[in-house]
């Protein structure tokens, strides 16, 4: 995701010179990356409840624990969410 967010550099100083507050240029990646992330989670989602479904009968453990999943995926969110709008530049 902070690789992501490198072609950002150039319009967010463009806009910051050009008169753009901080939040606004905040609120550009921010929206931005909740699209990315929306498609990422929905599509790992579907992805880990195939892979759920083939393992299930191979281990003894409740593979369809709801639970895990919400959680692991709104950590995941906020933490794909919260790196680019921090440091537009990327990760360094």
């Avoid at 806009?15 to 992330?37: D, E, N």
């Avoid at 969110?77 to 790196?83: A, E, K, T, Y």
């Amino acid at each position: 995701m902070p690789v992501y967010c490198g072609p950002y550099c150039t319009p967010a100083s463009l806009r910051m010179a050009l008169g753009a507050t901080r939040g606004s240029v905040f609120r550009m990646i921010y929206r931005q990356s909740i699209v990315i992330v929306t498609l990422g989670l929905g599509i790992g989602l579907a992805v880990a409840l195939l892979a759920a479904r083939a393992v299930g009968n191979f281990v003894v453990v409740n593979v369809w624990d709801i639970a895990t999943y919400a959680l692991v995926g709104a950590l995941s969110g906020c933490l794909q969410i919260s790196v680019p709008a921090i440091c537009p530049g990327g990760a360094r």
